[in-house]
């Protein structure tokens, strides 16, 4: 069973930066998706971003593209979610998520992190002045 663990969270002034964290487990190979996505206050799940760990295909949002960068630690079974040029309205909880290819799971422009089965407990990150 897929495991994912949400870190790096927290407050920051807008055009800041922060770079969240998602440490997997119980992954067997590297046929996956890995994605981001987001709940803002009052509002429903939103597709940040989402990377195939096999071929490395990246996607994201039109709403964080060209601020936002996905990346992945092989090594230490992290993927990462860089962060920069915040806006007040990235803020929320940002929830790692993650399936396999195999049982269907896409990672694609469409809805980026989105659909995938597996999610962690989320971390929060406020943009405020």
């Known amino acids: 069973q897929l495991q994912l663990v949400e870190s790096g969270g927290g407050l920051v002034k807008p055009g800041g930066s922060l770079r969240l964290s998602c440490v997997a487990s119980?992954?067997?190979?590297?046929?996956?998706?890995i994605g981001w996505f987001r709940r803002a206050p009052g509002k429903g799940r939103e597709g940040v971003s989402c990377i195939s760990l096999s071929d490395r295909t990246t996607y994201y949002a039109d709403s964080v593209k060209g601020r936002f960068t996905i990346s992945r630690d092989n090594a230490k079974n992290t993927v990462y979610l860089q962060m920069n040029s915040l806006k007040f309205e990235d803020t929320g909880d940002y929830y790692c998520?993650?399936?396999?290819?195999?049982?269907?799971?896409?990672?694609?422009?469409?809805?980026?992190?989105?659909?995938?089965?597996?999610w962690g407990r989320g971390t929060q990150v406020i943009v405020s002045s």
């Open positions: 998520s993650a399936d396999d290819l195999r049982a269907g799971a896409v990672c694609s422009s469409a809805r980026p992190g989105i659909d995938l089965g597996y």
């Open positions: 119980g992954f067997t190979d590297d046929y996956y998706v």
